[in-house]
């Protein structure tokens, strides 16, 4: 019997859970506490905290179906049918619980009695000394020795630095020759398609020293994998990961809208499969909270959503084709992973909104890499070659493979420098590896407090006490545990029962103070009391610990000591009625703005609030007062606000929202405030929305693609705030010598005035530049027949520049050019004009080329502020004669340590070493001769 992929996942799970496993949901994409990893790639990474110890598992016996993406190599996805982005990894797991027996006689029953491989077809592989497996699987399974094949260190042997390790056995299915190479050799462990590898069973046994040296390990874990595309090829005998059943659905919706077949064109087929891989991933990536970015995931992300649209362009599918190729992939994947459902129109918007950027980037690139063709073209030496960091350039900035820019070069005769593009690429991973934090096996900085009896917890009594009492468990001073911390040391501070809400979900933590005794009052909590500890910090850590970081104010603190933990309540207080206020403006959001609004983030203390979330363009002054009065209106209501605890599937039938990656535990937290907002949330909030007081935008702005923020106010923070605006408004009053109510009126005032004097100011401006222009033309020199002007400006910005540059071109090019005013050559007595001073009387250039009395060079420069401008103007005439403002605005501006360029009539150009100025002026009539010779 053939199974499909949603079947073969739901038989697996069901298989373990009948042997004693607990059956966990997929966990997000976005890995949870772990920066060694930028996304979830294999079944194991996200259950890393239970294998190290730092975490206690839920059950000592774990599977799951794990929804993983792998982009090392994304240029190579879809060339051919072998691998993709995204797959799902079964998996079962012990944590100290069985070993190599259970774990490979489980694999065996699986795949021959539930999924119905021939055992025939099925040959597994050890670790060459691994006798303890080879036992098992000969003496226990009953596998002839000459059907089990034994591999080294590289084959079957996992090790990842140092930490723990050890030895697998993995289990291959011989798919038959037409899948094989054909050679006489062809066995397990070829190349070739025939034997494929289904199921890894990691036996992690050792604790390496990343030195080569190994100890047994006391407890011994089980780590198998399995990838459920793969399975699903040997049970269904199909060719590839993209012709199994949900894949192929897929695959054929891609097909149609390319009005094409799969395996018909070995080029289409490139482009069927990177659509099909890219568009799965991208789907299940926004699900779990990505958004696209330059940076990271997020970049990640718009690489695989560019690609696929570009392969759409190639196979000729017209317009927008991304959304309803996702609507397809939630359809065949949502019973796996209902979140997909859930999150749909979120998604959607992010893949539309995606793609259209994408459709503007590409048609920008285009027209950048023309203009670099132009420059190719022009170098008129060899085959035209693209430069390596131009290529880079189009690939980063605007999205272009380096193939897509190969293929379009080469149809017009050029190339593309693919070495200089590859070290070009080289350059920009090494600094974004050199970018990343060193970190141990987790992935984090390795602190005093994971030396910390896993089993030690904290039991948090906040919601319903600001003040409890517990027993020190545990103390640090940042460097070590600690049996003591004294007056002035600096530590944290670990307890059975903590009233204190630690930094989590957004809300920060609260502040207080620890007691050595029940004495002292929350205003003074010294008094009466035999110690002090000031709470500035309170820290969730892994394993349901949570540390109270400060300082001893007073006296001494001792593990096992009772003491009194007492938070700030003015704080708490503040920090709620902010909180309190993010569920009803996420709420107001989506009721005005569209049920694609998703929470993205969020900050809440005791003075703001900050609230990010998914939508794809700036809000107007309307929505933003719509929202505003709708929070308002929720506050004035004085709704109740009812917090409940439930299981999560009867959190969903109430509808209430959860944020995206958030990991839940098997019970939730649901706030409902009246019937206007319900959410998951594990914080702390008000008893009545009327409690919030008032509620104000400040700000809403963009912070990355497709993610605005709101930035508000609530209670005494608010107050705070308006006292400081009146306080401003009265200050203005005072200076503009008026009252506060006049100050607008006073202000329009002084810009009409402001505006007035601007427009004087500019008329000044235009008559001291014809003055300039009038005194300047004798100081015009002849060059080959052509009348070049180099002129210092004093402190001159660029528009004053450009206008002096407009007049005195057009004075060169009315014949007035000859250091007399006068058309004809003589000066304003009417006698002729000196030699050198003005044209030659026959109208020729000293190269004897005939020269027009229109045929002119401008070089101005100037020095405002430390900095040097320079403007070249040349006239037409000028330039027939070979004369080039780009040019030579190029080298002058090398004089002065700058740069610039421009067009043949006209170029500009910067630089920051005025001394250098008249070095570049008098450089200028060299530099004009040496262009009107060439």
């Known amino acids: 019997m053939t199974y499909g992929v949603n079947e073969l996942r739901k038989m697996f799970l069901e298989f373990f859970e ?40 839920p059950c000592r ?43 490979l006689e489980w694999s065996w029953e699986f795949l021959t009695e539930v999924a119905g491989l021939d055992s025939g077809r099925l040959y597994p592989s050890i670790y060459l000394d691994d006798e303890e497996a080879f036992a098992i699987w000969n003496e226990v399974i009953g596998i002839p020795k000459e059907r089990i094949f034994r ?88 060719d590839s990961l993209f012709t199994i059943d949900t894949n192929k659905a897929l695959l054929d919706e891609v097909c149609a809208l390319a009005h094409t077949k799969y395996l018909a064109d070995g080029k289409k087929d490139v482009s069927l499969r990177i659509i099909a891989d890219h568009v799965k991933s991208c789907t299940f990536m926004v699900s779990d909270g990505i958004m696209p970015s330059n940076e990271g995931r997020g970049y990640v992300l718009r690489r695989l959503l560019r690609r696929a649209a570009r392969h759409g362009r190639i196979l000729g599918i017209p317009g927008k084709f991304l959304q309803g190729l996702c609507e397809t992939v ?107 934090k060193a970190t141990n096996y987790m992935g984090a900085d390795v602190t005093v407090y994971q030396s910390i009896d896993p089993n030690l917890t904290t039991e948090f009594v906040g ?38 809400y630690a930094t989590m ?40 610990k949570v540390g109270h970081v400060g300082v001893v104010k007073s006296g001494m603190f001792t593990v096992g000591q009772e003491v009194v933990l007492r938070v700030d309540p003015g704080r708490r207080m503040a920090t709620a009625k902010n909180h309190s206020a993010t569920h009803l403006l996420q709420k107001a959001l989506r009721t005005v703005l569209g049920d694609h609004v998703e929470q993205a983030g969020s900050y809440v203390d005791e003075h703001r609030l900050r609230f990010d979330f998914t939508h794809f363009s700036a809000m107007t002054q309307e929505q933003l007062a719509k929202v505003q009065e709708m929070v308002n209106r929720e506050i004035r209501a004085d709704l109740p606000v009812v917090i409940s605890e439930m299981t999560m599937e009867e959190a969903k039938k109430t509808g209430a929202m959860a944020l995206f990656g958030e990991k839940y535990g098997d019970r939730v937290r649901v706030v409902r405030m ?183 060079v401008v070089v101005l420069a100037s020095d405002a502020g430390g900095k040097v401008s320079l403007l070249v103007m040349v006239t037409d005439g000028a330039q027939a004669r070979g004369a080039h403002a780009g040019n030579l605005v190029k080298e002058l501006a090398k004089c002065v340590g700058g740069g610039g360029g421009g067009k043949a009539n006209m170029a500009q150009a910067g630089g920051k070493d005025p001394s250098g100025i008249g070095k570049a002026l008098d450089s200028v009539p060299g530099l004009v001769e040496a262009q009107l010779r060439g």
């Open 18 to 57: 009948s042997k004693g496993h607990l059956a966990m949901k997929s966990f997000s994409l976005v890995p949870h506490n772990d920066n060694s990893l930028l996304l979830i790639n294999s079944g194991m990474a996200p259950l890393k905290p239970y294998f190290t110890g730092q975490e206690i598992p």
């Open 61 to 103: 016996r774990v599977t799951t179906c794990q929804k993983c993406i792998r982009t090392g190599d994304i240029e190579n996805i879809g060339k051919t049918a072998r691998h993709g982005t995204f797959f799902e990894m079964l998996g079962n797991f012990s944590f100290g619980d069985y070993f190599k027996r259970e774990s």
């Open 151 to 238: 591999f080294g260190k590289a084959d079957n042997f996992w090790e990842h630095g140092a930490g723990p390790c050890g030895p697998c056995s993995e289990i291959y299915y011989d798919r038959g020759e037409k899948y094989g190479c054909g050679k006489p050799t062809c066995t397990v462990g070829c190349e070739c398609d025939r034997y494929i590898e289904v199921w890894n069973n990691v036996f992690t046994q050792f604790e390496s020293d990343g030195k080569g040296n190994y100890t047994e390990l006391a407890q011994k874990n089980i780590d198998t994998g399995m990838g459920l595309e793969r399975l699903a090829v040997v049970v269904q005998d199909v």
């Open 330 to 436: 939630i359809a065949l994947s949502k019973d796996g992973y209902p979140e997909l459902e859930e999150k749909r129109p979120m998604i959607l918007r992010v893949l539309s909104e995606e793609e259209d950027k994408f459709n503007r980037t590409i048609d920008t690139g285009l027209g950048i890499l023309a203009q670099m063709e132009e420059r190719l073209t022009a170098g008129g030496q060899g085959v035209p070659t693209l430069s390596g960091e131009d290529a880079f350039k189009l690939y980063d900035t605007y999205g272009f493979p380096l193939d897509l820019t190969r293929e379009i070069l080469e149809e017009k005769g050029m190339t593309v420098d693919e070495e200089g593009f590859a070290a070009s690429m080289k350059r920009q991973r090494e600094t974004a590896r050199g970018a990343r």
């Open 463 to 500: 919601y319903r006490e600001l003040e409890a009492t517990s027993a020190i468990t545990v103390m640090a001073n940042g460097e070590s545990l600690t049996e003591a911390l004294t007056d002035g040391e600096e530590g944290t501070i670990f307890v059975g029962q903590t009233p204190f």
């Open 505 to 544: 979900g957004g809300q920060q933590a609260d502040q207080g103070w620890i007691l050595a005794d029940s004495g002292g009052a929350a205003g003074d909590p010294g008094r009466g009391g035999a110690g002090v500890f000031e709470v500035k910090d309170t820290i969730a850590l892994q394993g349901g």
């Open 674 to 856: 009246g019937d206007f907002s319900v959410e998951l949330c594990g914080g702390t909030h008000v008893n009545h929305t009327g409690e919030i007081g008032y509620f104000q935008i400040l700000a809403e702005s963009g912070i990355a693609a497709g993610v605005r923020r709101i930035e508000a106010l609530t209670g005494d923070g608010l107050m705070d705030h308006l006292r400081g605006e009146e306080a401003l408004l009265l200050q203005a009053a005072r200076q503009l010598k008026t009252q506060a109510a006049d100050v607008p009126g006073r202000i329009a005032a002084l810009q009409e005035e402001l505006k007035s004097l601007q427009s004087e100011n500019e008329k000044l401006k235009a008559k001291l530049a014809g003055q300039s222009a009038e005194d300047a033309l004798s100081k015009v020199r002849d060059v080959c027949g052509v009348s070049v002007l180099a002129l210092r400006v004093a402190d001159a910005d660029s528009e004053t520049l450009r206008a002096l540059g407009d007049r005195l071109k057009e004075k060169l090019e009315l014949g007035r050019g000859d250091g007399t005013g006068k058309p004809d050559g003589t000066g304003e007595d009417g006698k002729p004009g000196k030699t050198g001073e003005g044209h030659r009387p026959d109208m020729t250039g000293e190269d004897g080329k005939s020269g027009k009395s229109g045929d002119g």
